[in-house]
Structure formats: structure tokens, C-alpha cells
């Protein structure tokens, strides 16, 4: 009974929400795209729009390409070779993939080229190394990205395959939308909507959920947070796959210019997810799966340059920076 009622209990996150401007010169937005390392799901909304242009169609069509590299020794990656090809000249990412955080080894190469173990109790004392044990109970395949075109022909003895992102647009129409003051992080009665309200509500938008709370809808009661408006469409891309911090700041940027030009749109929303089994969430934060293994983060963009940003880890993580 005690495992039946641990399974029906809604897993516990922790959420930081702040506001700034990204004019302001101790913003920090920067700095907590560029930390939070391993990303495999970028998704961006734009109220009142139908169309992407085409330079922002051009920035998400090139956010690859990353590698999957096979039965790749450890060793290899702390080789004299390897540091000056990679480390030294530039930032180069990797991650164990097809592990579970909780019960595999996982390794994590960090762009500065620090290398994160998370092994089992048999595999570290294996390896003879000075450790922490890791706060989380219990504890392959290579991951890489690389701004680096050398990546093949480096591991060409080994079985490795490149792969481009998985881009997926859509046109969303008669999308009811909240309403938000950017200087209203806790909404206000009867005006705006609260920041947490929002998470929610993009929540169910990524997921296709219908937000009507129609009474003969047996999946989703939910509906969309009071006040809101009806947008007649709004344009939804997600992109799938390793994705670069370098590369999220450059879709950053371009969707804080997106006002620079009058538009209908009052602000646009950046969300990205983390590996869930990634061992380590912002810089050196340790990481663990516990019930979902998220590690996200939000962007709301205002077009007064004004921005919101809302950061979840699991309950058992860290507090987000």
C-alpha cells in the first residue's frame, strides 16, 4: 500500500521565477543559458503569427549537427590528442546516452573540460578514484556536439554516425492565450496572470492538450488561467536533438529583436529542456532522475525588452542558480 500511494503522489519540483530586462547590466540571462549544458528540447512560441521569417527559419534549421559515437573508451577522452583537437580550440560537449541517472555509470564531458563520473559503488572502487558519494540513492553510448567539423574523421575507427535535430513547426489557430504585465510576476486580481500560471499553461500548449475543460473530456480538466485572449493564431517550433547552449543564445537574441519591428504580439515564450538523465543540471549542479528528471527553464519576452524567467529542477536537485 505504502509503494501504491509513493506512485499516485504528483512529483514534487522546485521553481524559481524572476523578472529583469535585458538591457539591465547585471542581467543574468546569459550567463544561465550558457551553464545549463546538456539541452535536447528547444521550443519557442509567438503569439499573432503565422509565418516564421525567413533568418529566424535559417537559425533553427542550424542547430546541429551532433554525433553518436559507439562503444567509445573512456580513455579516449583524456588523451593529449583529444584535448589539443577539441578542449584547446574550442568548447565540445558529451554525454552518455540509452543510461538511467539513477542505476548506469554516466559520464558527462563539460565544454571546459572538467569530466563528470557518476559511477555505482563497484565501478568506482574499480577505478581507484577519490570521489563524493552522490546525494541521490543507487546510481555506452557516447553523446557529442561539437562546433568542430574534425568530429568524424577524429573517431573514424570507431562506429560513429552524425545527426541533424528534429525540427518540428506548426501553426497554432484560435490559441486562448493568458494575459501578462511584465511587471507583474505574481499577476495581479482580475488584470494579469501569475508566472506559475503560465509554466502550466505552456505546459499544456508544447503538449497538444486541449485547454476547453469540456465535460465529456476524460484526459484533461484543464483550462487556460484567467484573464486571457484569444490569439487567431500563433506559430509553435520545436527542435529535438543535442542542441548547443552557443546556439540557444543566438535564438535568444534574435527572438529579443523579434520587437523591433511593431507587432501584434505582445510578448514570446523560450523553453528548454534538459536531458533527464544528464548527471549534472546548471555548471556543476548534480543532477538525479527521482520521478521525472527535469531540469528546464523559461524564457517570457516582453516587448518592452523586459523578460521573465522561470527555472524547475526535481525536488531532490539543487536549487536552480
Request: hydrophobic content about 35%.
Amino acid at each position: 500500500m505504502a509503494t501504491l500511494r509513493r506512485l499516485r503522489e504528483a512529483p514534487r519540483h522546485l521553481l524559481v521565477c524572476e523578472k529583469s530586462n535585458f538591457g539591465n547590466r547585471k542581467s543574468r540571462h546569459r550567463h544561465l543559458v550558457q551553464t545549463h549544458y546538456y539541452n535536447y528540447r528547444v521550443s519557442f512560441l509567438i503569439p499573432e503569427c503565422g509565418i516564421l521569417s525567413e533568418e529566424l527559419k535559417n537559425l533553427v534549421m542550424q542547430t546541429g549537427p551532433y554525433y553518436f559515437v559507439k562503444n567509445l573508451p573512456l580513455h579516449e577522452l583524456i588523451t593529449p590528442e583529444f584535448i589539443s583537437t577539441f578542449i584547446k580550440k574550442g568548447s565540445c560537449y558529451a554525454l552518455t546516452c540509452n543510461t538511467n541517472i539513477d542505476e548506469d555509470n554516466t559520464v558527462a564531458l563539460l565544454p571546459n573540460g572538467k569530466l563528470i563520473l557518476s559511477l555505482d559503488k563497484d565501478t568506482y572502487e574499480e577505478t581507484g578514484l577519490q570521489g563524493h558519494p552522490s546525494q541521490f540513492s543507487g546510481r555506452k553510448i557516447m553523446k557529442f556536439s561539437s562546433e568542430e567539423s574534425t568530429m568524424m574523421s577524429y573517431f573514424s575507427k570507431y562506429q560513429i554516425q552524425e545527426h541533424q535535430p528534429k525540427v518540428a513547426l506548426s501553426a497554432v489557430r484560435d490559441l486562448q492565450c493568458p494575459v501578462l504585465q511584465s511587471s507583474e510576476l505574481e499577476g495581479a486580481p482580475e488584470v494579469s496572470c501569475q508566472a506559475l500560471e503560465l509554466f502550466d499553461w505552456l505546459g499544456a500548449v508544447f503538449s497538444n492538450v486541449s485547454l476547453n475543460n469540456e465535460p465529456n473530456n476524460f484526459i484533461s480538466t484543464y483550462c487556460c488561467p484567467q484573464p486571457s485572449t484569444v490569439v487567431a493564431k500563433a506559430y509553435l517550433c520545436t527542435i529535438t536533438g543535442f542542441i548547443l547552449p552557443e546556439k540557444i543564445c543566438l535564438l535568444l537574441e534574435h527572438l529579443c529583436h523579434y520587437f523591433d519591428e511593431l507587432k501584434l504580439a505582445p510578448w514570446v515564450t523560450l523553453s528548454v529542456q534538459g536531458f533527464a538523465d544528464s548527471p549534472v543540471s546548471w555548471g556543476k549542479n548534480e543532477h538525479g532522475f527521482w520521478k521525472g528528471g527535469e531540469h528546464l527553464y523559461n524564457f517570457v519576452i516582453f516587448n518592452n525588452q523586459d523578460y521573465w524567467l522561470q527555472m524547475a529542477v526535481g525536488a531532490n536537485d539543487h536549487c536552480p542558480p
